[in-house]
């Protein structure tokens, strides 16, 4: 699944506009995201030698959470509202609300880069994929999905085998490319949005039987 002329051409006036604007890349894809995708958008942490941003010696997760009195970038931001308040919090990692427009389910990325192989062949709808430096892969799916996996591994036959799976779901945020995770480097694409997948994301139990295999095997 790829842009259309159309979507090509708005991504293009964004990226355009934003350089215009001396704006970051970060600055960038905020505005894809709002503008584009429908996501909204927060600004989050960053770490460096262990240390947060946020400023507190206890951070529980440096460099991997939204900051405190940043606000949200709703969905339907303009251009220049997003790089302008964007503007105001430089440094900041792109950070993506899950439970709004999409959960996520979460695997290892090796089970996921194979996983996403096998959709792909199968030609099953699928929306965005991210990979993180931390080794873990996000599949994004539709709202609501998180809360289904149990009784859809349930239903699946997976309810009694350990995997290493997780939906993510309401009060969870990721972080999004091209911003850096936790100071280990940066969230890179598998899948990139595209305008007729990311709006509407997939359900989870499209993808749930495959990934579950995929991440089953990835133990044995």
Same mark, same amino acid.
């Given at each position: 699944?790829?842009?259309?002329?159309?979507?090509?051409?708005?991504?293009?006036?964004?990226?355009?506009?934003?350089?215009?604007?001396?704006?970051?890349?970060? %600055?960038?894809?905020?505005?894809?995201?709002?503008?584009?995708?429908?996501?909204?958008?927060?600004?989050?942490?960053?770490?460096?030698?262990?240390?947060?941003?946020?400023?507190?010696?206890?951070?529980?997760?440096?460099?991997?959470?939204?900051?405190?009195?940043? &606000?949200?970038? &709703?969905?339907?931001?303009?251009?220049?509202?997003? /790089?302008?308040?964007?503007? %105001?919090?430089?440094?900041?990692?792109?950070?993506? &609300?899950? %439970?709004?427009?999409?959960?996520?389910?979460?695997?290892?990325?090796?089970?996921?880069?194979?996983?996403?192989?096998?959709?792909?062949?199968?030609? =099953?709808? @699928?929306?965005?994929?991210?990979?993180?430096?931390?080794?873990?892969?996000?599949?994004?799916?539709?709202?609501?999905?998180?809360?289904? =996996? &149990?009784? @859809?591994?349930?239903?699946?036959?997976?309810?009694?085998?350990?995997?290493?799976?997780?939906?993510?779901?309401?009060? /969870?945020?990721?972080?999004?490319?091209?911003?850096?995770?936790?100071?280990?480097?940066?969230?890179?694409?598998?899948?990139?949005?595209?305008?007729?997948?990311?709006?509407?994301?997939?359900?989870?139990?499209?993808?749930?039987?495959?990934?579950?295999?995929?991440?089953?095997?990835?133990?044995?």
């Amino acid at each position: 699944m790829g842009f259309t002329i159309g979507s090509s051409r708005a991504m293009r006036d964004i990226r355009t506009g934003a350089r215009r604007r001396g704006r970051s890349s970060e %600055g960038g894809a905020v505005a894809a995201f709002t503008g584009l995708w429908g996501w909204d958008v927060v600004p989050g942490a960053r770490a460096a030698a262990g240390a947060c941003s946020c400023g507190r010696a206890d951070c529980p997760a440096p460099g991997a959470h939204p900051l405190a009195f940043a &606000p949200t970038i &709703p969905a339907g931001t303009t251009l220049n509202e997003a /790089t302008g308040v964007w503007a %105001g919090f430089p440094g900041a990692a792109v950070m993506l &609300p899950v %439970g709004r427009a999409f959960d996520v389910i979460e695997v290892a990325e090796a089970a996921g880069r194979r996983a996403l192989v096998r959709l792909e062949r199968m030609g =099953l709808p @699928l929306g965005p994929v991210t990979a993180g430096p931390d080794g873990r892969a996000h599949f994004f799916v539709s709202p609501g999905s998180a809360a289904e =996996l &149990p009784e @859809l591994l349930y239903r699946m036959g997976w309810d009694d085998a350990f995997l290493d799976l997780h939906g993510l779901g309401p009060g /969870t945020f990721i972080t999004a490319p091209p911003s850096d995770r936790a100071g280990l480097g940066p969230v890179r694409w598998l899948r990139s949005p595209a305008l007729d997948a990311a709006p509407k994301p997939p359900p989870a139990r499209l993808l749930l039987g495959t990934l579950a295999y995929v991440a089953h095997r990835s133990r044995a």
